[in-house]
């Protein structure tokens, strides 16, 4: 594709729902990371790919984060049982290879827990 | 943990002024990124330093990346309202990921 995509763009959730968060990634991009952006911060690393394989999930801040790319392109965030410290920016970036190439990011998906 | 700082965190300038954000490590990096995001939108990449010492030029944006590679700067000569946004450096130590620092959000009075 022609860049990083993500769905939905915006997200309203009441405290306790589940939510699910898509990234598909450029074409052929073999890492995919996903990072959490609070208002007026930096954004902040929770998940790595490299295909398929999760090597690197020290960001994710529970256990109510779950990432997945089974196939190693599209990209799944799971959010279980959201709370309102949740409500933030969700940012996918992709890159051709490795983390230390150029990361492109998508325009994220800006998550609102009532 | 790694942390890396910026600063300042806001500066305000007249169109035509220059800009500065430093950008300080607490580890040493193996490599230093750059991404500007405009309110509202994405991080974009603008450019990857890796040697010791390096200076990189973008027409009005120079970048330099610290001798002892903890530390960087970006300077925007002449600002112009185009330049309005928040500036992010990205670390890379020892591990797999970037550590994105806290920003310095840019505005550009006309």
């Known amino acids: 594709g022609a860049g990083v995509s993500q769905s939905p763009r915006y997200k309203v959730a009441k405290r306790g729902q589940d939510v699910a968060l898509r990234c598909d990634p450029i074409s052929g991009h073999v890492s995919l990371f996903w990072y959490q952006q609070a208002l007026g911060q930096g954004p902040e690393f929770l998940t790595y790919f490299q295909n398929e394989a999760q090597l690197d999930k020290s960001g994710l801040p529970s256990d109510r984060f779950f990432a997945e790319r089974p196939e190693g392109s599209v990209s799944t965030l799971k959010i279980q049982r959201t709370q309102q410290e949740d409500s933030a920016v969700y940012l996918c970036?992709?890159?051709?290879?490795?983390?230390?190439?150029?990361?492109?990011f998508g325009p994220g998906t800006r998550l609102t827990v009532l | 943990g790694q942390q890396v700082m910026q600063i300042p965190q806001y500066q305000h300038v007249q169109e035509g002024e220059d800009f500065t954000t430093y950008c300080n490590s607490s580890t040493t990096l193996s490599n230093i990124q750059w991404y500007k995001q405009r309110p509202g939108g994405h991080p974009v990449f603008l450019i990857q330093?890796?040697?010791?010492?390096e200076v990189k030029k973008q027409k009005r944006l120079t970048f330099q990346f610290g001798e002892a590679k903890k530390n960087s700067s970006l300077h925007i000569t002449a600002t112009q309202t185009t330049d309005v946004g928040t500036y992010f450096c990205a670390g890379e130590g020892n591990t797999d990921k970037l550590i994105f620092g806290t920003g310095t959000r840019l505005q550009v009075f006309p």
């Open positions: 970036a992709s890159s051709q290879f490795s983390s230390t190439d150029t990361q492109y």
């Open positions: 330093l890796v040697k010791s010492g």
